[in-house]
């Protein structure tokens, strides 16, 4: 059989009805990816998409031998079809990015460039935010600063999925297991010798995200449960605390009783008390759920994704 060739360079690039953005995106990724005057190839990851994105992914494989096109059997979400990319991808570095050309690929110049220099992770840092609304700056400025408070594994600020990978640690990457993925997180707890190229994000080329403010509230959650047993730990000193106030105020029932007699309690004092606790009890199941059913999850053993085909 004969062997694959190895390229200098693989982009990584999954798509969820991104028909009306892919033409522009491989005419703006060839020029770049020109100027490196290196071997590269463009791994497209369809996550059952809806629209006519993978019969324009098909086309262009044929039209372009660079291109690659991997075809999910359903939508498995962005970070499984991440994953299914990175895994298909046979570069000796590796490049995710977004289709819709928000994060600009002029870059991948300046990751090659510190790639040379020895570093094994490059990372591109939005210098600013003023693409996003308001309501999303603050969320995920809030994001940020509670992950790194509460988990062990810092997350830098502002960085997303937009980086150059060496081989060795795209090898890592692919030994680990879990199937609840947040690659955020997964990409930090890597390590390995990084660099930070700081740009400007633009709007969309086309099309529309398939993020919405539910989605992302889900991400989040993903991510703190993924790298923090905090949220579980802090309901020990919740309780802890709340014991303590009981034990005060019984102790002061008791001594009210004993110099004043006994008195008629209230009812709304007491109906009050009881939906507090029982609101607390219930945030405290909610919290403990959302680990359980990771733990349900990850039991299943389940695969990330599945292939349909490949193109």
Same mark, same amino acid.
């Given at each position: 059989?004969?062997?694959?060739?190895?390229?200098?360079?693989?982009?990584? $690039?999954?798509?969820?009805?991104?028909?009306?953005?892919?033409?522009?995106?491989?005419?703006?990724?060839?020029?770049?990816?020109?100027?490196?005057?290196?071997?590269?190839?463009?791994?497209?990851?369809?996550?059952?998409?809806?629209?006519?994105?993978?019969?324009?992914?098909?086309?262009?494989?044929?039209?372009?031998?660079?291109?690659?096109?991997?075809?999910? !059997?359903?939508?498995?979400?962005?970070?499984? $079809?991440?994953?299914?990319?990175?895994?298909?991808?046979?570069?000796?570095?590796?490049?995710?990015?977004?289709?819709?050309?928000?994060?600009?690929?002029?870059?991948?110049?300046?990751?090659?460039?510190?790639?040379?220099?020895?570093?094994?992770?490059?990372?591109?840092?939005?210098?600013?935010?003023?693409?996003?609304?308001?309501?999303?700056?603050?969320?995920?400025?809030?994001?940020?600063?509670?992950?790194?408070?509460? !988990?062990?594994?810092?997350?830098?600020?502002?960085?997303?999925?937009?980086?150059?990978?060496?081989?060795?640690?795209?090898?890592?990457?692919?030994?680990?297991?879990?199937?609840?993925?947040?690659?955020?997180?997964?990409? $930090?707890?890597?390590?390995?010798?990084?660099?930070?190229?700081?740009?400007?994000?633009?709007?969309?080329?086309?099309?529309?995200?398939?993020?919405?403010?539910?989605?992302?509230?889900?991400?989040?959650?993903?991510?703190?449960?993924?790298? !923090?047993?905090?949220?579980?730990?802090?309901?020990?000193?919740?309780?802890?605390?709340?014991?303590?106030?009981?034990?005060?105020?019984?102790?002061?029932?008791?001594?009210?009783?004993?110099?004043?007699?006994?008195?008629?309690?209230?009812?709304?004092?007491?109906?009050?008390?009881?939906?507090?606790?029982?609101?607390?009890?219930?945030?405290?199941?909610?919290?403990?759920?959302?680990?359980?059913?990771?733990?349900?999850?990850? !039991?299943?053993?389940?695969?990330?994704?599945?292939?349909?085909?490949?193109?």
């Amino acid at each position: 059989m004969e062997e694959k060739k190895v390229p200098f360079l693989s982009i990584v $690039a999954p798509c969820y009805n991104e028909e009306a953005v892919v033409d522009i995106f491989l005419e703006k990724m060839f020029y770049i990816l020109e100027k490196l005057d290196k071997t590269f190839e463009i791994v497209f990851v369809n996550d059952g998409s809806k629209d006519n994105t993978l019969e324009v992914l098909k086309a262009k494989s044929k039209e372009y031998s660079e291109v690659r096109v991997i075809n999910l !059997s359903r939508n498995f979400g962005k970070e499984a $079809a991440l994953t299914a990319g990175i895994d298909a991808s046979l570069g000796e570095t590796v490049v995710p990015i977004d289709v819709d050309l928000q994060d600009p690929p002029e870059l991948i110049l300046d990751f090659v460039k510190k790639y040379e220099e020895g570093y094994d992770v490059v990372v591109g840092k939005r210098a600013d935010r003023t693409t996003d609304s308001a309501a999303k700056r603050v969320s995920a400025e809030l994001f940020y600063k509670m992950h790194n408070k509460i !988990s062990h594994i810092e997350i830098p600020h502002n960085v997303g999925d937009y980086r150059l990978m060496s081989r060795r640690v795209v090898d890592e990457l692919k030994k680990l297991p879990e199937t609840q993925r947040f690659m955020k997180g997964i990409f $930090a707890w890597l390590g390995f010798k990084t660099a930070v190229v700081e740009y400007k994000r633009e709007s969309r080329a086309a099309g529309e995200t398939s993020f919405n403010g539910w989605k992302l509230w889900n991400f989040a959650l993903d991510g703190i449960t993924s790298f !923090s047993t905090a949220p579980l730990r802090v309901w020990l000193y919740v309780g802890i605390v709340l014991a303590f106030i009981a034990f005060l105020y019984g102790s002061w029932i008791i001594l009210k009783t004993l110099i004043f007699g006994i008195d008629t309690p209230g009812y709304a004092s007491m109906i009050t008390v009881v939906l507090f606790l029982g609101g607390i009890q219930l945030m405290g199941i909610g919290i403990l759920g959302e680990y359980i059913g990771r733990i349900y999850l990850e !039991s299943k053993n389940r695969p990330i994704y599945i292939v349909e085909n490949e193109y």
